[in-house]
């Protein structure tokens, strides 16, 4: 899987965007960008992810550049419970049905949304 | 529904001491895994199901870890003996079928070992 990176921490104030950007320059076409987020002390959750349009849904959206070399995930109005630390993950997709489409969690980047 | 459910939630052991660890995925999916997070390593994949078989436990650190599932709905994670590294949070994850795109976490084992 191709690797990415990631800023290690990021500041937004509460009720402005959060944009949060992921480099994943050797990315392949047929791997789809993810996004995960782990609130302190539970579990990663599932954001949102694409392969190569844009994608919306209601926590978040996924702008992916024409090259698929970046993306950046918007949290469009932050709050204090967004804080947490989110995973940019790159993952193959494979066809016919039996994708095992491991993911590969990096370090994150560290979002505080302050008051 | 419940999510995924994990138990116990903390467990303190000594060296040397057997640790199980439970997990119950949620209703309906087929594919399982069990990752180990440390401040050290971060998030590691141990070992993923797919209908009750392991697929892939390239992740599984040493002999000392063993996984099972026995049927769909419950799945053990084994060490023995135990050792002080061993300490970690320790999480388990369903989804709904393999390709499926989204991972559903349990809240994790917090197990420290003296």
């Known amino acids: 899987d191709a690797k990415t990176t990631q800023p290690t921490s990021m500041d937004c104030a509460e009720g402005r965007a959060a944009n949060l950007p992921c480099n994943h320059s050797?990315?392949?076409?047929?791997?789809?960008v993810y996004w995960y987020r782990q609130i302190h002390s539970q579990g990663p959750q599932y954001i949102i992810h694409?392969?190569?349009n844009n994608e919306t849904n209601e926590m978040a959206s996924l702008i992916i550049t024409e090259d698929r070399k970046s993306s950046t995930l918007i949290l469009p109005h932050a709050t204090l419970r967004d804080t947490a630390v989110y995973y940019c993950?790159?993952?193959?997709?494979?066809?016919?049905?039996?994708?095992?489409?491991?993911?590969?969690f990096g370090q994150g980047t560290i979002l505080t949304v302050h008051p | 529904d419940a999510g995924v459910i994990q138990s116990p939630r903390h467990e303190v052991t000594e060296m040397g001491q057997e640790v199980t660890l439970r997990c119950k995925p949620i209703?309906?999916?087929?594919?399982l895994f069990w990752y180990r997070q440390t401040m050290m390593r971060g998030l590691e994949l141990l070992i993923y199901?797919?209908?009750?078989?392991?697929?892939?436990d390239s992740g599984m650190p040493e002999d000392r870890f063993s996984a099972k599932m026995p049927n769909a709905s419950f799945s053990t994670l084994k060490i023995q003996p135990s050792e002080p590294r061993d300490s970690a949070v320790y999480f388990c994850?369903?989804?709904?079928?393999?390709?499926?795109?989204?991972?559903?976490f349990g809240p994790g084992t917090r197990l420290t070992v003296l």
């Open positions: 993950i790159v993952r193959v997709a494979l066809a016919g049905g039996t994708s095992y489409g491991k993911l590969t």
């Open positions: 694409g392969l190569k």
């Open positions: 050797t990315i392949s076409g047929n791997e789809y």
């Open positions: 199901f797919n209908n009750n078989v392991p697929i892939d």
């Open positions: 209703s309906g999916h087929n594919s």
């Open positions: 994850a369903s989804r709904v079928r393999s390709g499926g795109k989204e991972q559903f």
